[in-house]
């Protein structure tokens, strides 16, 4: 009975890049849950919510975290800037 973790789906998580559409945001799981396999699995539910809404592409940014979303598969798209000037990697991954 304890949230453990979370995360989002936004239909735009990149105000340069509107074409893109929906977004992973927002994953967080809980420093003493962590290694735990929780935040692939909530990834995975994601990405079957995503389906069932029609999309075949769900993408992602991250300024920190590259070599984790590598490790299950996404696709680094490129590097750009966000709307403050951060520096920040965006990816995608087929939802099939």
Same mark, same amino acid.
Request: without cysteine; negative net charge; aromatic residues 12%.
């Given at each position: 009975?304890?949230?453990?973790?979370?995360?989002?789906?936004?239909?735009?998580?990149?105000?340069? #890049?509107?074409?893109?559409? %929906?977004? $992973?945001?927002?994953? @967080?799981?809980? %420093?003493?849950? &962590?290694?735990?396999?929780?935040?692939?699995? $909530?990834?995975? #539910?994601?990405?079957?919510?995503?389906?069932?809404?029609? @999309?075949?592409?769900? @993408?992602? &940014?991250?300024?920190?975290?590259?070599?984790?979303?590598?490790?299950?598969?996404?696709?680094?798209?490129?590097?750009? $800037?966000?709307?403050?000037? #951060?520096?920040?990697?965006?990816? &995608?991954? $087929?939802?099939?």
């Amino acid at each position: 009975n304890e949230s453990v973790g979370t995360v989002s789906i936004f239909e735009n998580d990149l105000k340069s #890049q509107n074409e893109l559409k %929906p977004w $992973l945001a927002s994953l @967080y799981v809980s %420093p003493s849950f &962590r290694g735990k396999g929780i935040a692939e699995e $909530l990834i995975n #539910q994601a990405k079957a919510i995503v389906k069932s809404l029609g @999309y075949e592409i769900l @993408y992602l &940014r991250t300024e920190h975290t590259s070599e984790y979303y590598r490790k299950l598969g996404w696709e680094f798209l490129h590097r750009t $800037l966000d709307e403050k000037g #951060q520096d920040t990697e965006v990816f &995608r991954v $087929l939802v099939k």
